[in-house]
T-cell receptor
Framework: GQSLEQPSEVTAVEGAIVQINCTYQTSGFYGLSWYQQHDGGAPTFLSYNALDGLEETGRFSSFLSRSDSYGYLLLQELQMKDSASYFC??????????FGAGTRLFVKA | DAGVIQSPRHEVTEMGQEVTLRCKPISGHDYLFWYRQTMMRGLELLIY????????DSGMPEDRFSAKMPNASFSTLKIQPSEPRDSAVYFCASSGQGLAIGDEQYFGPGTRLTVT
């Protein structure tokens, strides 16, 4: 079967660093994406990794290890507005995207 | 560009009625996706099109669901007859180059469907 595992909830304080992990098991793999979704809003794209290593975009970084079927999203200098759900998603090569169940991030003052 | 446009934003209907959701993708995008999001099942891909042609509809839950893309700027998702378990937020998304090379998907604001 195909599955993505990520924690259901994470809580952190403003200004801190938080890491959201994602492990996947899919029949095919082209890359790992991350999306952010605020309550009542639509998912918005954050990052994409096709190769092993770290990709940095401002306060957000994403990491991939293909050999471990593992990736993570790193959020630095947390702000209250970062409170949202974060989804990892795998492109399985068949032009299909499979989304994880999402991690709800709570940022506290 | 205005982004992906969906209508209606909210739809409340009675069981057995036909529901039609509409989507206008970003101009120039070749791929269009329909997703359904519920608390229980998360974000599920229902169907996607490439250049107006349906490529994979394996996520369409039942024959009651159908989707069309008559031209590059318009797509519909129809549910007939609707059932209470179809209540969800339906998102349309478009992409310029397709998933295989990691092109990001741009999501519309969604249609919140409630079937009573």
């Amino acid at each position: 079967g195909q599955s993505l595992e990520q924690p259901s909830e994470v809580t952190a304080v403003e200004g801190a660093i938080v890491q959201i992990n994602c492990t996947y098991q899919t029949s095919g793999f082209y890359g790992l994406s991350w999306y952010q979704q605020h309550d009542g809003g639509a998912p918005t794209f954050l990052s994409y990794n096709a190769l092993d290593g770290l990709e940095e975009t401002g306060r957000f970084s994403s990491f991939l290890s293909r050999s471990d079927s593992y990736g993570y999203l790193l959020l630095q200098e947390l702000q209250m507005k970062d409170s949202a759900s974060y989804f990892c998603a795998v492109s399985d090569g068949g032009f299909k995207t499979i989304f994880g169940a999402g991690t709800r991030l709570f940022v506290k003052a | 560009d205005a982004g992906v446009i969906q209508s209606p934003r909210h739809e409340v209907t009675e069981m057995g009625q036909e529901v039609t959701l509409r989507c206008k993708p970003i101009s120039g995008h070749d791929y269009l996706f329909w997703y359904r999001q519920t608390m229980m099942r998360g974000l599920e891909l229902l169907i996607y099109f490439n250049n107006n042609v349906p490529i994979d509809d394996s996520g369409m839950p039942e024959d009651r669901f159908s989707a069309k893309m008559p031209n590059a700027s318009f797509s519909t998702l129809k549910i007939q007859p609707s059932e209470p378990r179809d209540s969800a937020v339906y998102f349309c998304a478009s992409s310029g180059q397709g998933l295989a090379i990691g092109d990001e998907q741009y999501f519309g604001p969604g249609t919140r469907l409630t079937v009573t």
